[in-house]
């Protein structure tokens, strides 16, 4: 018998696995396995989305105009170098699929977001990981990476699962040593959680030349991950390319209105980044003083790698802190068997997975 067959780079694709959301048998489960906000959306953005209700029988605005405007007011940008899409990972999906295919190579940090080579395979590209200093992107080690036939950079920053980040110097050192032909992505869904003074998102770099674009998200620090919304921002001919490879109606009316709510409340949005400050540097230390390894993080997470034996390993730290109720996120698929990604929670759930993890680690609770 014949049936249809896929292209082969779709076959050759894993698929992506988000977070765990329950332990079965349990109900009081503490969930930081998703890097989902800590404090969930803006009692506006809930609003915003209720009132959407009524009018679930009208298609949403396809060109997304007033959310688009709304984020050209907050960050000083003009409207029409802005595209809308269901989540980051639509625009991700996208730029791969209008810029590279077959014979081509998507390039990303070894430890970047497990959807740049996803993305790369379904448009028929190979996707090439250059290696990373530190658990940081290596500016050097991408630009060697690069051939006649990249089409696509990727670049996280801050880097998800890790929390590091490029300053805005090394960040321009990429740009300036990359083709023109060669488009930078740069994924800044972290960006509102950063406080260090030489970062900057991205807005600089798409201002100053042709190739470069600046992907976000609702779905960490405005508690928007439920309805799946990102933005971008980038030149006018690669946001042009965006608009006529994107389905018509591509965000939802709700999502519309709740993002549109979320992004005006700024209050609550630097509450949010000011209380995930202070909760993370505590957990930190409080890790750090177990004597586990901690990765310096910018976002709403943080890397904790493990020994490399049975009784203090990751998967038995991950079997303990499920056994205690509270999921966090296995990293082996990036390449990282001896670490766990821990979002950062609310205070009461981050003592109490010090408290678990003091126990694992034989040490008296914090």
């Given at each position: ?212 674009i600046m992907t976000r998200t609702f779905s960490k620090i405005h508690g928007l991950g439920g309805v799946r919304l990102g933005w971008a921002y980038g030149p006018e001919n690669v946001i042009d390319v965006l608009n006529r490879a994107r389905g018509p109606f591509n965000v939802n009316a709700a999502a519309l209105n709740a993002g549109v709510a979320a992004i005006r409340d700024q209050a609550f949005t630097r509450h949010c980044r000011d209380e995930n400050l202070r909760i993370l ?86």
């Amino acid at each position: 018998m014949t049936m249809p067959v896929a292209k082969p780079g779709i076959m050759s694709i894993k698929p992506y696995v988000g977070g765990e959301s329950g332990i079965e048998g349990r109900q009081d489960v503490i969930k930081l396995s998703s890097n989902e906000g800590a404090y969930g959306p803006s009692p506006l953005a809930q609003e915003a989305y209720i009132k959407a209700a009524a009018d679930l029988h009208r298609y949403p605005d396809g060109a997304a105009a007033e959310l688009r405007r709304t984020i050209g007011e907050i960050h000083g940008l003009n409207p029409g170098q802005i595209v809308c899409g269901s989540g980051s990972d639509e625009l991700i999906s996208l730029l791969c699929s209008a810029y590279a295919g077959e014979g081509d190579e998507v390039l990303y940090s070894q430890y970047g977001f497990l959807m740049y080579p996803i993305s790369a395979k379904a448009a028929g590209a190979t996707p090439v990981a250059a290696p990373e200093s530190n658990l940081t992107t290596d500016v050097d080690a991408l630009l060697a990476a690069v051939t006649e036939r990249t089409r696509l950079l990727f670049v996280a920053n801050p880097n998800n699962p890790t929390g590091t980040y490029l300053p805005a110097s090394e960040m321009a050192r990429l740009r300036d040593h990359l083709r023109a032909d060669i488009l930078l992505v740069i994924d800044s869904a972290y960006a509102e959680y950063v406080t260090k003074q030489d970062y900057e998102a991205g807005i600089e770099l798409v201002d100053a030349g042709e190739n470069v674009i600046m992907t976000r998200t609702f779905s960490k620090i405005h508690g928007l991950g439920g309805v799946r919304l990102g933005w971008a921002y980038g030149p006018e001919n690669v946001i042009d390319v965006l608009n006529r490879a994107r389905g018509p109606f591509n965000v939802n009316a709700a999502a519309l209105n709740a993002g549109v709510a979320a992004i005006r409340d700024q209050a609550f949005t630097r509450h949010c980044r000011d209380e995930n400050l202070r909760i993370l540097t505590w957990t930190d230390h409080q890790l750090r003083d177990l004597g586990l390894d901690v990765t310096a993080s910018v976002g709403n997470f943080l890397l904790v790698c493990f020994a490399n034996d049975s009784t203090r390993s990751a998967v038995a730290a991950d079997e303990f802190l499920r056994e205690n109720g509270i999921i966090v996120r296995s990293v082996a698929s990036y390449g990282l068997p001896d670490c766990l990604r821990i979002t950062i929670g609310t205070e009461p759930e981050m003592r109490r997975v010090v408290d678990v993890l003091s126990r694992f680690m034989g040490k008296n609770s914090a």
